[in-house]
């Protein structure tokens, strides 16, 4: 059983960065392939990017290429994602998921001002 624990949301203005963490519990989290998801209100869940166990391989959302990185640090059981000129749309509780989508954080709240 995996864990994971959201952090680093918070109000940004547009154009700006944050930095958000998915930390994990559990001895095989090096295992899974993780992603990160993103619902605003009034709308359905949004995959944003997901990166492999290893992270060799990542895949992005088109409305964040170029915009946002994924990497992860498995010594320090953590996914990372890195959020570059954000924009108002980025406006979203931000999840991090196991790619079977089996276990889900909490959540983030991400808040970009215009």
């Known amino acids: 059983q995996v864990q994971l624990v959201e952090s680093g949301g918070g109000l940004v203005q547009a154009g700006g960065s944050l930095r958000l963490s998915c930390a994990a519990s559990?001895?095989?989290?090096?295992?899974?392939?993780i992603g990160w998801f993103r619902q605003a209100p009034g709308k359905e869940r949004e995959f944003v990017v997901s990166?492999?166990?290893?992270?060799?391989?990542?895949y992005y959302g088109d409305s964040v290429k170029g915009r946002f990185t994924i990497s992860r640090d498995n010594a320090k059981n953590t996914v990372y994602l890195q959020m570059n000129s954000l924009k108002s749309e980025d406006t979203a509780v931000y999840y991090c998921?196991?790619?079977?989508?089996?276990?889900w954080g909490q959540g983030t709240q991400v808040t970009v001002s215009s």
């Open positions: 998921a196991t790619t079977s989508v089996q276990y």
């Open positions: 559990g001895r095989t989290f090096s295992t899974y392939g």
């Open positions: 990166i492999n166990w290893n992270g060799g391989s990542t």
